[in-house]
Structures are given as C-alpha cells and as structure tokens.
C-alpha cells in the first residue's frame, strides 16, 4: 500500500493517465471535498482501490489475480487529477458490464448521476457463473461481516480518541497504522454492498415502472434505520436535555464540519458548530421531533407497499415483498460503511495530530497540522527533507484550490482558472427523494459557518454524513453531485425531504434567499423570486 500511486512521490495530489480513459469527479465528490490533503487522499485511495478489488472478488466479477493493484493508474478504479479525486468510469463501467442484472449504463446513471454516457455498455458473460455461485453467498456474509466491523469499529474509536491517559508518539503510530488496515478492510463490505444494492435498487426501480408507479421507490424504502438518522436523533434529545453533551461526544465525536477531510476539526475537538446547531434544534417545536416523524413516513410506506401489491397478480405478489425486503435490508447498508471509515479516519486524525505535536517539539515540523501533508510512513521513518516535502505538498494543494476541472473527461483534465458565479441559467437534476416544497434558498458551502434557518431549502455541493444533522433544520435540498444510491439521496429518503441531486451548477446559479419551487420526484428547480439585496443583507446578518 505504501507507494501504490508514486507516479510523483513529492507531488501526491497530481498522479496523470495516460490513455484513452473516461473520467469523472462525481461521486468521489462526497468522499474528497474539495482538495484533499495528501494524507486524506492515502488514507482512502490506497485503502479504498484494494478494498473494491477484494469486493469484487468476492461476488465473483474479478478474478483473484485481478485484485492485485495496478501498477498503472489508468487502469485503476480510482485516481487523483489537478488535486480532484477521481473515478475510473471505463473501470465502474467494465465490471457492471459483467455483473447480472446491471450495466455500465445503469452504473453511469445510479452511482454517478450520468444520463448520458460518453461510451456504451458492453456487456460480458464470462463472468456470470462466478457471480451466480458466490454473489448469493457474499451478500450474506459480507452484510454480516459489517455489523461486526460496525460493532467493534465503534469500540476500537472510543478507545483510540478518548484515552484515559495521553498517547505518547509510538502509540499514536500504532493507532494509525491499525486505522489504515481498519479502513481498507471495511471498504471490502461496503463495496461488495455497494453492488449488491445498486442491482437491488434497479430491480426495485424495474417494478415501479412496470405497473405504473415509477418513483414511488422512494417511499417503499424508507427505513428509519440509518446512522445518520441515529445522529439526528440523539441531537433531538441532547437538545431537550435527554441526552448529556458527553455522552453524545462519545456516540457522535466524530461527525463536524468537512468530516471526510482529516485535517477538519470535527465535534470532539470543537463543540462550537455542535452547540450551535444544538440551540437551532431546541428552537423547533417539540412536534418536529423526528421520533413523531419516523411513525408517519412508516405509515407511508406502507401504504406504498399495498398500492404496488394491489397492482400485481397474486402469483407476483411474494416474490414483490421478497425483493422490498431484501431493498430494506440491504440498501442502508452502504451508510453503515460510511459511519466505521468515517471512525476509522477520525483515529488518522487524531493520532496524525499527536505525532504532529511531539515532532514540533523536536523541530523537526513547524506546525502540528503538517503531518496532514506526509504519508504514513514518512511520519513513522521522519525522511530528512520533512519540512521541504511539507512546504512544496501545502504550496501544491493552494495551487490546485485555485483550479477547476470538468465534471467528466477522456485523458487528461484541463483545468480552467476557479470561478464562483455560472450565471443565471436553469437549474435541474435528479429527483430522488419525492414531493414539492416552496421555500428560501440557503446556499451553504460551510454548514459550521453558515446559518441554516428552519424551513429554508438547502442548496450544496456535495454532502457527507456530518450533513444530515443540517438536513433535518432544512425543508428540502438541491445538491449539486451526485445519483439515486449517494449519501445525500439516502438521507433525504430517510428523513422524508424533497430532494433534486445532480444539479450541477446549483450553488452558483442560485442565490442565498431565491423563493423556489423544487419537485424531488421529477427533479426541477424553478425559481419563483430572485433575493433583492435588501434579502441578502438581511439573511446575510
């Protein structure tokens, strides 16, 4: 894992392919925001590419030989361009090509939010007699093997970033090392979930269209049951005092502000953004509370269930509720993942802070936070040329915030100097979480830093699982990357909000106090009012 991607060893935020390779930002969107620091982006990438060969491996659609990394990065899953994380599309697009009941097409479309593929699918049989033999059996023990990850990822995290006496740098070494290994052996689960689901939702998709009740998906999978809905929760009852601030911290310490990013701080080192999204949530009437809201969305969906039943032959009828609830059971699982790596990477952060600190100590760094720009191992074997290494990654990363790239691209990116306005062209997307609400805008880059108010419609780039504690304050959102199976599709099903994602250039053509009207079954965005500047002055204070 150590030198996987050394295209550039000084340079680890610009790794070139050459070749006549598909590319595209969305997605990973979620998982990089922004310019990662070169630590975040090995933390996953190195983790993240064996855990989804070992996925793959296990329902069968590669072969053992094929889990080996590549020593090229084009024919990886995924890469790193101008500081932007990257996905593979020909890679995605070629193992959906030989996985039953899916496609590089369907792929595109429900994981990256592409309705119009550049290439077309080429599907391929060979494969087909592994997936049918060991797929059935995958799904099983891998959705076993992440509750026992999820349980024993949340112990191990207490331990590590909550100690009863301080680490010393060996320690802290150790509990990085260990997260790594943790990190890339959740990733197998979690991919080998992610394929499981993305054929149960198109099949689930199939039958909404065939008897006439296309979207309605979104009502039949609802849950209740997802981590970030357990978070939203526990913020409830912390703010009406049923729940102490330490408990919570323990529960949910890892959450905070740009949470996919190591060198964020997150609740457990600054409890500011907690106690002040704590005071909205004790502002909201007592008969917004989630717990009363689960029961309704509950009996929604079971009304759902019986119109699609009632539209089926009775011989079609058990086979319906078997896939529902094989969609039930599987489809949260992907958030399940995300809550242990995203444990996982807190211990990064934390122990990357501890050795940070003891290295300053010993002049051999001049900030703490610059062990967020060396890889593991330079930190454990302290190379001479530290401070040099530190200086040219944090001028390289500054260079490349500068810079934005295409959405997706064949080759090599062109990037284009950053701009902050695209204009006042329309705006549309997907429609993944249904119903129509009319509402202000909030464009909100930094949820820490910017003031969400009850009832405003959300508007963002990209989201993690830090959002959805903002998400319930919101009365629908408009994101801008993303499909149907991404995080932000997921919680809004969950949380019952009208949702449009992949909306592109939403941030920039709408205006914090726009009066819209979005549609999250059919995906529009229809601005109603333009803010005058007297609303923006307003909102703004």
Request: with cysteine; charged share 25%; glycine share 8%.
């Amino acid at each position: 894992m150590r030198h996987w991607n050394s295209v550039d060893a000084d340079d680890v935020l610009h790794q070139p392919a050459t070749g006549d390779v598909q590319w595209t930002t969305v997605n990973l969107g979620e998982v990089f925001p922004g310019v990662p620091t070169p630590l975040n982006w090995f933390s996953l990438s190195a983790t993240g590419e064996q855990g989804m060969r070992s996925a793959l491996h296990a329902i069968g659609v590669y072969s053992r030989r094929e889990t080996r990394i590549p020593e090229s990065p084009a024919e990886r899953t995924t890469g790193i361009q101008f500081g932007r994380a990257v996905a593979n599309l020909d890679t995605f697009r070629g193992f959906a090509d030989r996985t039953p009941g899916s496609s590089g097409d369907a792929m595109e479309a429900q994981i990256f939010g592409s309705t119009q593929p550049l290439k077309k699918s080429s599907r391929t049989y060979r494969r087909y007699p592994f997936v049918f033999a060991k797929l059935p059996f995958a799904a099983i023990q891998r959705r076993r093997l992440m509750d026992r990850q999820s349980r024993d990822t949340e112990h191990w995290w207490r331990n590590a970033v909550f100690p009863q006496a301080p680490h010393d740098r060996l320690r802290a070494t150790e509990i990085l090392w260990d997260a790594l290994r943790r990190i890339a052996a959740i990733f197998d689960p979690h991919n080998t979930m992610m394929m499981v689901t993305l054929g149960i939702y198109q099949q689930v998709n199939a039958l909404t269209a065939k008897t006439g009740l296309a979207g309605m998906e979104k009502e039949l999978l609802y849950t209740g049951d997802t981590k970030e809905s357990e978070t939203v929760c526990d913020l409830w009852r912390l703010s009406r005092n049923q729940l102490s601030l330490e408990t919570f911290l323990h529960r949910h310490g890892f959450h905070g502000p740009n949470e996919n990013e190591v060198s964020g701080k997150v609740w457990r080192e600054d409890d500011k953004p907690l106690q002040a999204l704590v005071a909205r949530y004790r502002a909201m009437d007592d008969s917004a509370s989630p717990l009363l809201a689960n029961a309704e969305r509950m009996q929604r969906r079971e009304q759902a269930e019986a119109q699609l039943l009632g539209r089926l032959k009775p011989a079609q009828r058990p086979m319906a509720r078997l896939l529902l609830r094989l969609a039930r059971h599987y489809v949260p699982t992907r958030e399940i993942g995300r809550d242990s790596f995203l444990k996982a990477m807190d211990a990064v952060r934390y122990s990357a802070r501890v050795i940070g600190a003891d290295l300053v100590r010993n002049g051999l760094l001049e900030q703490i936070d610059d062990t967020f720009y060396l890889m593991p191992f330079e930190m454990t074997e302290l190379p001479d040329d530290l401070k040099r290494l530190v200086a040219l990654r944090r001028s390289k990363r500054a260079e490349y915030e500068k810079l934005q790239v295409p959405e997706r691209w064949i080759g090599l990116a062109t990037p284009q100097p950053r701009v902050t306005d695209a204009g006042e062209g329309g705006v549309e997307g997907l429609g993944v979480s249904g119903g129509i609400v009319e509402g202000r805008v909030r464009v909100v880059l930094d949820p820490a830093a910017d003031e969400l108010e009850d009832g405003e419609i959300l508007v963002c780039s990209t989201t993690d699982p830090g959002w959805a504690s903002y998400f319930f304050i919101a009365s629908g959102l408009v994101i801008d990357i993303g499909g149907p199976l991404s995080h932000g599709a997921i919680i809004a099903r969950e949380l019952g909000l009208p949702c449009v994602i992949n909306a592109r250039n939403a941030t920039r053509r709408l205006h914090t106090g726009d009066l819209i009207r979005i549609d999250g079954t059919l995906g529009t965005v229809e601005v109603l009012e333009r803010a005058t500047e007297g609303e923006l002055e307003c909102m703004s204070n």
